[in-house]
């Protein structure tokens, strides 16, 4: 029951509350984003409508550090060379396309070239190694939108689509993936993370491993950003991301149905956390 589970938790751990290091004016307060699985139409081959690749690690990806930037991949003859045969499959949107990146994993409804269709997982696989940028940082920045949510990163992509590139640009950060093969047992689950089991909607996060190790279980206090209601509950680290560095800081898997989306891109939350940590008279 739930009552024992309780019990056993508050026999067996002692919560301690998570602080930063740094000589801030509250170092118990922190950050809490978001992220989820996306899923989009593909298409295995190119084609009208499909011509936005998704790649597999180059072969060369490690004869130079850090490897071309985005920009460079969609115009230089080299890098698009060693990109050739490494795509996985097509899909419509250049945007839709960083927002896989960003996430780092996503579902595609792939259309065979038979004509069949089947759904596969893209996971992460690596990156160039350039520093991420975010997009939404940019238009503002250059004030060009004030929502900078994917909804209104999408809005005024729709209005200007001759900018388009010059905003993808600005990020010169690019993922590869490797695809997997999803089962209807393995849809039922997220992705797996860095930790190497499968994130759970609403109780993963990815955190920095050098603040808080992977598998602690860790009490947030936060609210949830559509409703701004209270959101409290138990969660693992399970994962973590380039942009998670620091210890009150962390990513929140909201899953892939519903407002997942949404959710995780308006999620910009105060955060505080605890960790519980075995009694030492448990061991």
């Known amino acids: 029951s739930s009552e024992a589970q309780k019990a056993w938790l508050m026999q067996n751990f002692q919560p301690y509350r998570v602080e930063s290091l740094s000589a801030t004016a509250s170092p118990a307060n922190g950050l809490l984003t978001a992220y989820y699985e996306p899923i989009f139409e593909a298409s295995r081959s190119a084609k009208p409508g499909f011509s936005t690749p998704l790649y597999s690690l180059p072969v060369n990806l490690k004869s ?3 490897w071309y930037s985005r920009e460079e ?3 230089l003859p080299a890098a698009q060379a060693a990109l050739k045969g490494k795509e996985i499959a097509f899909i419509a949107d250049p945007v839709d396309a960083m927002v896989l990146q960003i996430q780092g994993s996503g579902r595609l409804w792939v259309t065979q070239n038979d ?3 089947k759904q596969i997982r893209l996971a992460f696989a690596g990156t160039n190694e350039q520093p991420y940028q975010s997009v939404g940082r940019w238009l503002l920045d250059q004030g060009l939108v004030r929502d900078a949510s994917w909804g209104g990163i999408k809005a005024w992509v ?3 689509p001759q900018r388009v590139q010059e905003m993808l ?3 010169p950060r690019y993922v590869f993936f490797r695809e997997e093969a999803l089962s209807e047992f393995d849809a039922r689950f ?3 993370g860095a930790q190497g089991v499968p994130l759970t909607p609403g109780r993963s996060i990815a955190v920095d491993p050098k603040s808080v190790p992977y598998g602690t ?6 609210t949830a950003p559509l409703s701004n209601s209270p959101l409290r509950r138990l969660v ?3 994962d973590t991301g380039s942009a998670i560095v620091g210890a009150v800081r962390a990513d929140y898997f909201w899953g892939w149905e519903g407002d997942a989306a949404e959710q995780a891109g308006r999620m910009r939350q105060p955060l505080r956390m605890w960790v519980l940590w075995p009694r030492a008279e448990a061991n």
């Open 236 to 238: 693992l680290a399970q």
């Open 73 to 75: 991949i969609s115009k």
């Open 190 to 192: 997220g992705p797996r």
């Open 158 to 160: 729709a209005r200007n």
């Open 115 to 117: 004509g069949s269709r």
């Open 169 to 171: 640009w600005a990020n």
């Open 64 to 66: 130079r550090s850090p």
């Open 217 to 222: 279980p860790v009490w947030i206090d936060t």
